[in-house]
């Protein structure tokens, strides 16, 4: 139990027992003091008597509602400072924006997650604390420079130091929480996954760094995130950095930090991510990709927990957790002189190996209806079931790009789908090595079940590549698919209907694939 959570008491403004009961029990079993009100002028008269550390606000409520209740508590001095997070089943971005305009702080979307609502809550504590904490250096600090007018330079220049932090330390939690909430669950019950969430259960209470080795788009960063979160640093943040999307140039700033004045371009200073991992876990993603020089240093942390910024002689100290993930063997690596072999021993501590998806066929199905689930609730479709002959079909198929290639062949089943039946179209979509899908009316026949297109030929599935495919072959198809991605974009990278979005990769991560895979603009703009 976290010391946040001994001492924080909670509001819970709710009309609806279910949910009452939910929360009660959720935060009642980490330790937090719970308190109910079932409407808005209940709730406020509660708060004259009693100030809670935290309030969860129903939006829908008899009398005042949830927007009314806010404005007014905001108006009381005691209370105007107080975390509100909303509580809706809403998502229009108008009452979103109405939410934060009565001055809310933050919203849970129903029907509630357990870890998104724990998450959230803590946040929103952690961050209250941190800015009373700030308020008290600012008096105490008023307070010296009417003592000492001569240590007010020094003074003001510390403060905003710490102010500058917590702020990019707000702003990073709030996207790892936004993250987080979106990552999904682990998802599976194969003997090989069962295998890998024992040694994640043994290993992560410790400190021992990890290593996760596993193809790409077997989720490694999930199971970062499961070790940070079953392990004793899980209330400070879990930082990430994936390697091959910083350029060579860069990547110590991002590590390390810098001072102001350190480089052209360095008007302030800069927190690297092991100072905002301090107390908590570091997650280097693709590790294999970092320069040689960039690896010593990283080594020392490793063995001293200290470093320098860029710029800077003065060593910061740091308890920092490292867990590493790539997809290259880098055993092989460090005998070929592309990894050092001294830092490969420090990050093999303690190895994890993913199996890749078409060695958990039994998973297959199990995934593939909860990202169904997960699109129906996104795109507000009725999604009821795969078909049989597609279920066989997807069990069928080597996966080459593992879950993420699975997930993202389920959403361009939903974008499609006009009935609650998923079935495959093999005359879909741009050329992919995985299926491409369609959904046909369940009531087509006469009312029978859904029919799904004809089977395509075997050689279709046997010409997909397995894992025995050598590599520039899928490599080779790595390049179609993004350059007929990009075909159908338009050469748009960026935004929700950009390439990026389509292919599930970041957007520095997308340019880095077209640069390595030699695609450029005249093999997506046929008129150039």
Known sequence: MNETAERSSILVVDDTPANIGFLLETLSQVGFSVRVAADGESALEQMQYAVPDLVLLDVMMPGIDGFETCRRLRKIAKLD?????????????????????????????KPFQYEEVLARVRTQLARRELEKKL?????????????????????????????????????????????????????????????????????????STVLIHGETGTGKELIARALHEQSPRRDRPMIKLNCCAISAGLVESELFGHVKGAFTGASERRVGRFELADGGTLFLDEVSELPLATQAKLLRVLQEHEFEPVGSSKSLKVNVRVIAATNRDLAADARGGRFRSDLFYRLHVFPIELPPLRDRQGDVVMLAEHFMRGMARKLGKRLDRIAPQTLAALKGYSWPGNIRDLQNTIERAAVMAASDTLVVDWDLGPPHPGPNFQATNSSASGG????????????????????????????AIERNHIIATLRRTHGVIEGPKGAARLLNLKPSTTRFRMKKLGITKSDYFTDI
């Open 81 to 109: 400072q107080m975390p509100v997070i909303f509580m809706t089943a809403l998502s229009d971005v108008q009452d979103k924006v109405r939410a934060f305009a009565a001055g809310a702080d933050d919203y849970v979307t």
């Open 135 to 207: 308020e008290q250096a600012n008096r105490d600090l008023e307070a010296r420079v009417a003592a000492r007018t001569s240590e007010l330079t020094s003074a003001l220049a510390e403060v905003e130091a710490l102010k500058s932090r917590l702020q990019r330390e707000n702003r990073y939690l709030k996207q790892e929480i936004s993250d987080s909430a979106n990552s999904g669950q682990i998802i599976g019950a194969s003997s090989s996954l069962r295998e890998v969430l024992h040694r994640v259960a043994v290993v992560a209470p410790t400190d």
């Open 448 to 475: 029978g079940a859904a029919q799904e297109s004809p089977a395509p030929p075997e050689e279709r599935w046997a010409a997909a590549p397995t894992a025995a495919s050598d590599t520039h072959s899928l490599e």
